[in-house]
């Protein structure tokens, strides 16, 4: 039996004795310390303890033999802003958490910077008191680090303490980092001062954009003020303008990204992302790849063309005076589900194909094999891999079956979420088409969806089925 046993705690802080015997094959005081240093224990031996249990030579278990020293942990390190970036206690919690979720596109500002201006500073995480484990090692007590939020355009000093811009532009938080871009900010209108604005970046225009006049940049275009019958024209990126467009016809707005506004009249829209309207739409042409919303108070789309990819969401549309407004949704793309469809279909024909090219030469290997009397080890390798091949071909089959049935399902659904939402009035004279599908309303209809299910048009209460207002019809059936 092992008379002297010794376990140190994964921390090195402590260190346990078991003598499980007794009496006159008790260990000796000497022996009990020469086992302590043959398990490597230096430091924090609790001598009186250990005296104890020497002289009572009585059985122990797990009794505290050493102890040593834990660390007083230092300050740790902190970042100092240098620039007003809204945001900055998200990044800082963002680089402490690594778990944690900020929406920092909510807090994306832009501050004018210049070449080499420090945009952050950081304090060095500083020492505090150093423990020490029982077996002798140094346990540091330094706070913890952290690193600047260094991103794009932006370069770190040489004794790691500083951001700074590398640069002249203006800098904003995304994702937990510091950008700096390029970005022309405006401070007043584009008019006869500015000029046409041209720019590989984004802008920023803190007026009006008046008419006849141009804007176009390779990203986003923000505009805190209205535009008038002017030219506006994001390549990469999103237009947002804060209050409206008064285009007088002339007007056009074409951006690859999303058009957020507070109101249209007169104007032309093409993005590929969603039109976002607050108040309405008036004797406008939309075309937009994703959906258009018109949701505010008014939330009214009245005269014009209305063009969508994946959906009109209004609460009103046309007028009491019978103002002729179309509303389209055509599809240019095949939706998602459907392409699996197709997928699917080419890998089943790939499938088939292969499963007949194996069935024949497995047909063939088992004439050669009825006709010789041996047959190689080589021959017989590749049969056993055959018939495993089409039994895995034959069962993945089976679950391409399946696999068609849910995406025809999907595929459905997608098409009737493609619709046509009017929350308030539907006035006469507004024209509606679904995909070659047309609507022409010649009465006021309230609270109804429009979308197509199969060949037809349907036309549905948004209230719900228990509601005695409830209806649902074909146009041109309903009696």
Known sequence: MEKIRITISKDELKAFLTIPIKGALFPSREEILFGLRTAGIKQGVKLETLDEIARRKEPVYEALIAEGKPPVKGKDAQLVWEIPLKGHGDATKAEKDETARIDFKKALHFVPVQKHQVLARKIPAESGQNGLTVTGKEIPSWGRDIALPAGKNTEISEDGLELRAAITGSAYLQNGKVHVDKVLHIKGDVNYGTGNIKFTGPVIIEGDVRSGFKVEARDSIVINGNVEAAHIYS?????????????????????????????????????????????????????????VIVKGKEGQIRGGSITSEKGIHAVTVGSDRNIYTELKIFSLAQNSSQKKLWELSRMRTDMALRLSTLEKRLKFLEIIKKQVKTISEEKIAEMEFIANEIKR???????????????????????????VVVEGSLFPNVHIDINGLGFHSDETLRSVKIYRFKDELIVESLKGTEDLNYDIFVPGSKT
């Open 235 to 291: 390549q990469q990126g999103d237009v947002t303008v804060k209050y409206g467009v008064v285009g007088k016809k002339r007007a056009k707005i074409l951006a690859a990204g999303n058009f957020t506004c507070g109101f249209v009249q007169d104007a032309t829209v093409g993005v590929r992302g969603d039109v976002m309207v607050s108040h309405y739409l008036i004797n406008c042409n939309v075309s937009a790849g994703g959906r």
């Open 393 to 419: 071909l034959k069962a993945r089959l089976m679950q391409l079956d399946d696999e068609e049935i849910v995406l025809q399902k999907e595929a459905a659904k997608e098409r009737m979420l493609k619709e």
